[in-house]
């Protein structure tokens, strides 16, 4: 069901709002909007409003495949929090048209999973670690301006969580550009001159 703000339907005017978990629960809904706004083809481009921690990476994974099918553009911006798999997404939205708000925070780091089950599963379901680690470097130089897996180590993938301001996310292309706050703009300060 398309949520209501202030009696206007967010999907009638081809905004999306991903927020909180993403669990198949809303990878399904949301890819639902995106092919419906994509068959009535009545909007020049989809805006997805995102404030994420993550989720699954099965169900982030099928929202950026149907960004990608999509034949409208997808523009990403990003609010209070855009991590893991909410990251994932964001970075997958129009290049130039992904945006974040000044006081973002932004989270990258290696996805985790379990399994159970006797030896033979579990060796089993290390192939799809595998596969699943190698979709997240082909997305991450896919969509952002760090090209080799040393430069994802290095930077987005330690083995520890890694925070980013917005600033920085733009510098490693992960975002393009930061919205300013028109009503409150960051003063600007000089430095201290000696004399």
Known sequence: ????????????????????????????????????????????????????????????????????????????????????????????????????????SILSHRYSGGHSGNHSQIVAARIEEDFMHKRIITHYTQHSGLKTEDELNKHLLRDVDTWLTPEKAVSFGLADLIETDKKNPVPKFKKKTNG
Request: glycine content about 10%; charged content about 20%; aromatic content about 8%.
């Open 1 to 104: 069901m398309a949520e209501n703000v202030n009696g206007l339907k967010l999907l009638d005017n081809a905004v999306i709002f991903l927020s909180g978990i993403i669990d198949t629960e809303k990878a399904e809904r949301i890819c639902k909007e995106v092919i419906s706004l994509n068959i009535e083809q009545k909007h020049p481009f989809i805006q997805f409003i995102i404030n994420s921690h993550g989720g699954y990476c099965s169900s982030g994974f099928a929202i950026i495949d149907i960004m990608e099918w999509s034949k409208l553009p997808i523009y990403t911006t990003g609010i209070g929090m855009v991590g893991s798999m909410g990251l994932m997404v964001f970075i997958a939205g129009e290049k130039g048209k992904r945006i974040l708000t000044p006081r973002t």
